[in-house]
C-alpha cells in the first residue's frame, strides 16, 4: 500500500469480530472491509445481519470482541476507551436509526445542534444552517416543530443536521425507513449530491434493496455478520 492509498482510506476494518455473549452466534463475524475518501457505500442485509452492529463499532458505541478498525486515523479495537473519540466525532456525521429530532426544538435548533457543540460562533452557525436549509428546500419551515414535518422532511433535518459540519465521514442507519419510495428516492438523491460536493464518504444502511440496485453505487451484503458481497451493482441488475 502507497502513500496516496493510506490517506484515501478513510475506514480500514480488519476481522472485526462482536459476540453478544456466551453462546451467541456471532453478530459479527471476521469482516474486513476498506471504504476511500468519497466513497458511497450501501450496507444492506436482511433483518439481524449486523449492520447496526458495524455502524454502532464505527460510531465507538460498542466494542468489538477481537479485530479492529481504523476510522479517520482513530483505532477502534477490543481495548476501546474514549481515546480521543471526540475528534472522530467532530469529524463524523451521524444519522441514527429513527431520525431523533428534538420534539421540542425548531426546524432550525435540530439543524444547529451539531454546531453548537463544536464552538462555531454564532453567525457561521446561522450562515452555514440557512445555506444548508435552503439547498434542502427547508428553509421556510426553520421555525417549524418537528411534528408539523412529514416523514421525509423529518428526515431531510436529521440529514442536515449530521452534515452542517462538512463531516468527512457519514454514518447512516436507515434513514429511509418508514418512506414510500419516490420520498426515500429523493432524500437518497439529496445525500448523494450534497456528500460528493464535499468529498464526504458515506457508508448507509438499507433495508431499501429495490432503491440500492437503482443506483449503482458500491454495496456490501451482510448475512448472518458475515460479507456475502461487496462490488458495485451494475444498473441492468436492477
Ligand atoms: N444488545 C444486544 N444483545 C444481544 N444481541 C444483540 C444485541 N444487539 C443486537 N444483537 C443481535 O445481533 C445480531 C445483529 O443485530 P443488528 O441489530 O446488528 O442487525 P441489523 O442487520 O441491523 O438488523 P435490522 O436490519 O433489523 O436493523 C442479531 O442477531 C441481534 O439479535
Known amino acids: ?11 480500514s476494518v ?4 462482536k459476540v453478544y455473549g456466551k453462546g451467541y452466534e456471532p453478530a459479527l463475524d471476521n469482516v474486513s472491509f476498506d471504504l476511500h475518501r ?43 476507551g474514549e481515546r480521543d473519540l471526540r475528534d472522530l466525532r467532530l469529524r463524523t456525521g451521524i444519522i441514527f436509526q429513527g431520525s431523533y429530532l428534538l420534539n ?12 453548537e457543540v463544536r464552538d462555531y460562533p454564532v453567525p457561521e452557525v446561522k450562515r452555514r444552517a440557512e445555506a444548508l436549509l435552503y439547498k434542502l428546500g427547508l428553509l421556510d419551515k426553520k421555525s417549524f416543530m418537528p411534528e408539523e414535518l412529514s416523514g421525509g422532511q423529518k428526515q ?3 440529514f442536515a443536521r449530521a452534515i452542517l459540519h462538512e ?10 425507513a418508514n418512506l414510500d419510495m419516490n420520498t426515500a428516492r429523493d432524500l437518497i438523491k439529496t445525500i448523494q449530491n450534497l456528500t460528493a460536493n464535499m468529498n464526504t464518504t458515506v457508508l448507509l444502511a438499507t433495508h431499501n434493496v429495490e432503491l440500492v440496485a437503482e443506483m449503482g453505487t458500491r454495496v456490501i ?18
Open 104 to 115: 421540542d426544538r425548531t426546524v432550525y435548533e435540530n439543524v444547529i445542534m451539531s454546531l
Open 156 to 158: 431531510l433535518v436529521a
Open 167 to 176: 463531516p468527512e465521514l457519514l454514518i447512516a442507519d436507515e434513514p429511509t
Open 14 to 17: 480488519h476481522g472485526l469480530t
Open 38 to 80: 468519497g466513497e458511497f457505500v450501501y450496507l444492506i442485509g436482511p433483518t439481524g445481519a449486523g449492520k447496526t452492529t458495524l455502524l454502532h463499532i464505527l460510531m465507538g458505541l460498542r466494542k468489538p470482541t477481537s479485530g479492529y478498525a481504523d476510522i479517520l486515523g482513530h483505532r477502534i479495537d477490543p481495548a476501546g
Open 221 to 238: 451484503r451482510l448475512e448472518r455478520g458475515r460479507i456475502v458481497f461487496d462490488a458495485k451493482k451494475l444498473k441492468s441488475l436492477a
Open 1 to 11: 500500500m502507497n502513500n496516496m492509498d493510506l490517506q484515501d482510506t478513510v475506514i
